[in-house]
């Protein structure tokens, strides 16, 4: 059964218009918890209070109203959001039609999958095979929600996706934040940096990479549920590497023992973490305080 559509209009080129739905692409596995009294288990609620009279507000009485200067308030009415809508508040009104790449990553926020509406298929599909033999993307304004949204149309495995983007005055200039631009590097230390890049460098795997904050957080609640004691064990804190050659020195030689080193192997492999950490304290092994066991392991095999 397909999930269910969150939206539901046309996408429109030109005069030709194609019936079909959003829906969500992406699941939300982040965990959410609730305040509760710990007495006697009950749930926390929250009332809307006054600030000025200190005491709740009823729902009739309250309006919204935009901060024009401090203290100065604007109410605004149903009626002053309805005259500020957009027409085509159920179409995806494609505008350009881009090469993707062209795009800065920057500017995407959330991706939908479009999906063809009942007797939309044919011209659904005559689009995704036009975008894809012109190697281009659509880039579009729809209205979701009452706001107006910028968008990228796009092909991905059979199927029209939509990018929801930010508008280009939304990104923060990097001006204030970049460093200066005399900052000036050592030859030799840019060339151990280029290394340690290309000790890294291959192919992109999404399957790779876990969430383990939340991989260890179901581990505690299963844990506590069962009536477990859970032990927090003591993080040190990162150490700002002295020496920047040794420390690249050493990052470059943990890396290449992560690619070209078997997965066991001498006595390392039978100590724990703290044990590992330990011998990388007394052979001086740079940053061992923010490495994981494999990657203390790599380092102490390739030191």
């Not at 209205?143 to 199927?159: A, N, P, S, T």
Request: glycine share 6%.
């Amino acid at each position: 059964m397909p999930p269910r559509a969150i939206w539901s209009g046309t996408i429109s080129f030109g005069l030709v218009t194609v019936p079909v739905r959003l829906h969500g692409a992406i699941r939300d596995h982040t965990l959410h918890f609730n305040y509760i009294h710990q007495p006697d288990g009950s749930r926390i609620g929250y009332e809307k209070i006054c600030k000025a009279e200190g005491k709740p507000v009823p729902d009739e009485e309250i309006v919204r109203a935009f901060e024009y200067e401090k203290g100065e308030y604007v109410i605004m009415t149903d009626e002053d959001f309805e005259a500020a809508k957009v027409e085509g508040n159920r179409t995806i009104d494609i505008r350009d039609f881009v090469p993707y790449e062209q795009i800065d990553s920057i500017l995407f926020r959330h991706t939908y999958y479009v999906a063809p509406d009942d007797g939309g298929e044919r011209t659904y599909v005559l689009l995704r095979e036009a975008m894809e033999d012109a190697g281009l993307a659509g880039i579009a304004k729809f209205v979701m929600r009452d706001r107006q949204h910028l968008g990228c149309l796009r092909v991905r495995d059979g199927v029209l996706t939509l990018e929801q983007m930010y508008f280009a005055d939304e990104v923060v200039p990097t001006e204030e934040i970049a460093p200066p631009a005399d900052v000036e590097i050592d030859e030799r230390e840019l060339t151990m940096a280029r290394q340690l890049i290309d000790a890294f460098a291959g192919d992109f795997e999404p399957e790779k990479y876990r969430d383990t904050y939340r991989d260890t957080l179901c581990e505690i609640i299963k844990a506590k549920h069962e009536g477990q004691e859970v032990v927090i064990q003591a993080q040190e804190e990162p150490e700002q590497p002295t020496d920047l050659m040794a420390a690249l020195r050493a990052s470059i030689a943990a890396a290449q023992g992560r690619r070209g080193a078997p997965a066991s192997g001498g006595d390392l492999d039978e100590l724990s973490k703290d044990e590992l950490y330990e011998r990388a304290k007394k052979a001086d092994i740079p940053g061992r305080s923010q490495m994981s066991r494999e990657e203390l392991l790599e380092a102490l095999h390739a030191a």
